[in-house]
T-cell receptor
Framework: DSGVTQTPKHLITATGQRVTLRCSPR?????VYWYQQSLDQGLQFLIQ???????AKGNILERFSAQQFPDLHSELNLSSLELGDSALYFC??????????????FGPGTRLTVL | AQSVTQLDSQVPVFEEAPVELRCNYS??????LFWYVQYPNQGLQLLLK??????LVESINGFEAEFNKSQTSFHLRKPSVHISDTAEYFC????????????FGKGTKLSVKP
């Protein structure tokens, strides 16, 4: 158990809908990262927050957005969902600002299925 | 920018046999290298990482990886695998001085058979 929690574990929805994925980092960790894992693209970095502020952005679609709240939990919002958005979404956390040497601790993931 | 290539998508091996999972990277700057493991239905866990110093790094469960700068490789090895090592293994890289987001390879599924 990494100490990172993600809810829900599974989510099934229809095209065009909007969903919110939630992540609670390990106690004391200030950085949160979101990754998407799909069969064709593999594991891709989406976005990182540090202490409430966006710190780095990867291949995140404009239909997706995220935020980190004062209690440090984070939410990833996916809107206008398409079939291709079906994937496993991981949240990870690290203690500090997310330097390139930091170990990231991953949650169990949320499996999103878009029908 | 960095990229990672894991040459084998699947590696089947018998229990107690040695295994090598290959990883090559590309980067215009110095790098930090990581191996993560994903057991079935779980998130990723750090197995080991190379930051600096000795080019041979070891994990607590018998895996080791060697950073080879000239060959831009970071292959993962274990001299004798167990059934419990069955998992997917991801090599990842981060450029020195860059942000903390990891660049992952496509993963190698290790299947250990009795």
């Amino acid at each position: 158990d990494s100490g990172v929690t993600q809810t829900p574990k599974h989510l099934i929805t229809a095209t065009g809908q909007r969903v919110t994925l939630r992540c609670s980092p390990r106690s004391g960790d200030l950085s949160v990262y979101w990754y998407q894992q799909s069969l064709d693209q593999g594991l891709q970095f989406l976005i990182q927050y540090y202490n409430g502020e966006e710190r780095a952005k990867g291949n995140i679609l404009e239909r997706f957005s995220a935020q980190q709240f004062p209690d440090l939990h984070s939410e990833l919002n996916l809107s206008s969902l398409e079939l291709g958005d079906s994937a496993l979404y991981f949240c990870a956390s690290s203690p500090d600002f997310g330097g390139s040497t930091d170990t990231q601790y991953f949650g169990p993931g949320t499996r999103l299925t878009v029908l | 920018a960095q990229s990672v290539t894991q040459l084998d998508s699947q590696v089947p091996v018998f229990e107690e046999a040695p295994v090598e999972l290959r990883c090559n990277y590309s980067s215009s700057v110095s790098v930090y290298l990581f191996w993560y493991v994903q057991y079935p239905n779980q998130g990723l866990q750090l197995l080991l990482k190379y930051l600096s110093g000795s080019t041979l790094v070891e994990s607590i469960n018998g895996f080791e990886a060697e950073f080879n700068k000239s060959q831009t490789s970071f292959h993962l090895r274990k001299p004798s695998v167990h059934i419990s090592d069955t998992a997917e293994y991801f090599c990842a890289v981060n450029g020195r001085g860059s942000q903390g987001n990891l660049i992952f390879g496509k993963g190698t599924k290790l299947s250990v058979k009795p």
